[in-house]
């Protein structure tokens, strides 16, 4: 059964800095594209980043420059590095493969406000 933990998620102030982790089990993430993906109160939920088999990263525009996503392929984690955070990256965050291919986990909470 492939199952995906996401945690790291916290209140950070504007500007601040967090470190989002995703645990992979019964599949191992570097097989596949990862990708993190957010949803804010009231919106869709939207991809955000995502990362290749060959390490290949890419990024909405709205967090390019200070997000950064990774991959520990020892520890089968897939990571989410936001830097400058601003209070609209404020949303419940989640991993999951791309295209989506389990259901969705519980996510974590980042709310970024003064």
């Known amino acids: 059964q492939v199952q995906l933990v996401e945690s790291g998620g916290g209140l950070v102030q504007p500007g601040g800095s967090l470190r989002l982790s995703c645990a992979a089990s019964?599949?191992?993430?570097?097989?596949?594209?990862m990708g993190w993906y957010r949803q804010a109160p009231g919106k869709e939920r939207e991809l955000v980043a995502h990362i290749t088999r060959g390490g290949i990263t890419n990024y909405a525009d709205s967090v390019k420059g200070r997000f950064t996503i990774s991959r520990d392929n020892a520890k089968n984690t897939v990571y989410l590095q936001m830097n400058s955070l601003k209070p609209e990256d404020t949303a419940v965050y989640y991993c999951?493969?791309?295209?989506?291919?389990?259901?969705w986990g519980q996510g974590t909470q980042v709310t970024v406000s003064s």
């Open positions: 019964g599949r191992h993430v570097s097989l596949y594209i």
């Open positions: 999951n493969f791309l295209p989506i291919a389990v259901p």
